[in-house]
């Protein structure tokens, strides 16, 4: 089996299994949701304002 | 019988900032700023470092020796660390510790003498000179900085074995403590073009084994240099590895590392799975398939994706502890927490990801970036993505989103300060740490084996601490309470 066909197996496998956890973990799922927009509202806040200019100022020289 | 896994970490940290952009300048003003708290102004004895010696015993004719940076800022701390400037990074580096819950508490200690220097430096500049400080390993430019860990081996486990048995572990186990990040950065990385990848630093990783650590950086690093006996010991100083904000992360970092290194001293090198043919193919591919479906082909013609390993290892990790029990690691209950927390990670980075992105970074990083990249329709690669990357690591309390993610923490901000201030005290880091905490004035330097004394006449004198399970607490501190002065400390060790 080749390292594609085989990760395609897997994947198959995988779907199916993470198709009935949904099922059972759907409330949980709803709460994490919510938990992430709040963290999303509150990253909006502390955010760097010019997320462009912060990133290309931000260069290191490099270490060990 | 393995022997007592001594361990610590030493991070490099991001800088920014400063007067004229400098990075070397404002690294110096953060050591010098928290050095001149009076916390302590001891410097670093460089007597004995030797970096360049190879532990496969032949210097490689295509290494090169690291330069040890003698003249800047350097010094000792009252909890036994060292913080200084590494090339053109402010460095902490851990007391050497006896567990790994112990050094995960020690390094957390240690982002917060960072985030202290921070606020003291800050205090001294103008607002537009303002430093800033980040935890992490790479600026997203090309550029990477380390985090490492260090081991206590025996001297009489080859190297050879060291390499067989851990490079399956360094490969792999960056699916449980990777940090993550938005993108890629060299060259390699770039051509694959991911979004997200789970290490920081895997796509650095040029050579399965070396002496190098800033250029062709290896999987195994071979620097001999025990900072102990070196008939009896081994250091083993592992430069991959991702610097966590999740103190369970690291503590399982650590414990995992630690007990794989008991298991190779204990029951040999035959045990551990068969390694990838190509072990920096299979690290980079691991890094940069968040799915963990990758396999890479191993020695024995199998194939194994990261999980694979980790799994294997797990279970070595977990049937030497039923057996043997994890003494070398630390007592009972911690050692079975880790192996739970680990085996709680892997089936969670698999299985249910929501479980474990309290203690993932890696998994808690790519939940925000997926979730605000959703919100706001963004590109792939958009720079608020690499923002919310970058500042995930950010140490300012008002700025970082590490703190805001809701990352499980293991110790009281009271258990923090105190370690800030204290050494442990089941290692020799307990009587520098006492020393330079007790006699700074009669201190002129210290390293990690000796404590060097000026009693103002005679020579200087040296009091070596070769060994790292002494100098302990519990044998020395009735003698350091005895001992007001220098001068009644050398004559009593004279006696």
Known sequence: MSEQERIQKQRVERTAEVASDVSVDATKGEQLKADLDDLLDEIDEVLEENAEEFVRNYVQKGGQ | ?495
Request: include cysteine.
């Open chain 2, 1 to 495: 019988m393995a022997i007592a896994k001594v361990l610590g970490v030493e991070t490099e940290f991001g800088i920014a900032g400063g007067p004229d952009l400098d990075p070397i300048v404002a690294s110096s003003i953060i050591v010098n700023a928290y050095a001149q708290q009076g916390r302590t102004r001891i410097n670093w004895d460089f007597e004995g470092e030797t970096p360049d010696l190879d532990a496969r015993g032949l210097p490689g004719l295509t290494s090169f020796a690291p330069v040890v940076e003698t003249h800047l800022a350097n010094t000792v701390l009252t909890n036994g660390a060292r913080l200084y400037v590494d090339h053109a990074h402010p460095e902490y580096s851990s007391p050497e510790c006896r567990t790994p819950l112990e050094a995960t508490l020690y390094d957390t200690a240690g982002e917060e003498v960072l985030r202290r220097a921070l606020l003291a430096a800050n205090e001294s500049l103008e607002p537009d000179q303002a430093i800033t400080l980040y935890k992490n390993n790479s600026d997203g430019k090309g550029n990477s900085y380390g985090t490492h860990e260090n081991y206590l081996l025996e001297r009489e486990v080859e190297f050879a074995r060291v390499i067989r048995a851990m490079v399956p572990h360094f490969v792999s186990r960056q699916i449980i403590i990777g940090a993550g990040k938005v993108g890629a950065e060299t060259e390699d990385g770039l051509e694959t073009n991911p979004a997200f990848q789970i290490s920081q630093r895997a796509e650095f990783f040029e050579e399965v084994v070396g002496l190098e650590t800033t250029l062709k950086r290896p999987i195994i690093n071979t620097r001999d240099e025990p900072h102990s006996d070196a008939e009896r010991f081994r250091r083993l100083h592992v430069i991959i590895g991702d610097a966590n904000l999740s103190q369970v992360a690291t503590l399982v970092k650590l414990g995992s590392t630690a007990l794989l290194l008991a298991v190779l001293e204990d029951r040999g090198a035959e045990v551990f799975p068969s390694p990838p043919r190509h072990p920096v193919r299979a690290l980079r591919l691991f890094s940069l398939d968040t799915t963990l479906l990758v396999a890479a082909e191993c020695e024995d013609d199998r194939q194994r994706t990261a999980w694979d390993f980790q799994d294997q290892l797990w279970h070595l990790a977990d049937h030497y502890v039923e057996q043997r029990g994890g003494d070398a690691v630390g007592p009972p209950e911690q050692v079975r927490a880790i192996v739970d927390q680990w085996r709680e990670m892997l089936d969670g980075v698999r299985d249910d990801r929501g479980a474990i992105a309290d203690r993932v970074d890696w998994v808690a990083k790519m939940r925000v970036v997926n979730g605000y990249q959703e919100r706001y329709d963004l590109a792939a690669g958009d720079a608020r993505l690499r923002a919310i990357d970058l500042q995930y690591h950010d140490l300012r309390a008002e700025r970082s989103l590490a703190q805001r993610v809701g990352l499980r923490q293991l110790f009281s901000p009271e258990q923090v300060r105190e370690a800030v201030h204290n050494p442990p005290t089941s290692t020799r880091a307990y009587f520098r740490g006492q020393c330079v905490a007790r006699y700074p004035d009669q201190i002129v330097a210290a390293n990690w084996d000796s404590v060097v004394f000026d009693l103002g006449q005679g020579p200087l004198q040296r009091v070596p601490m070769m060994d790292p399970l002494r100098g302990t607490a519990e044998l020395t501190s009735d003698l350091l309470e005895t001992c007001p002065t220098a001068d009644d400390l050398l004559e009593a060790l004279d006696r």
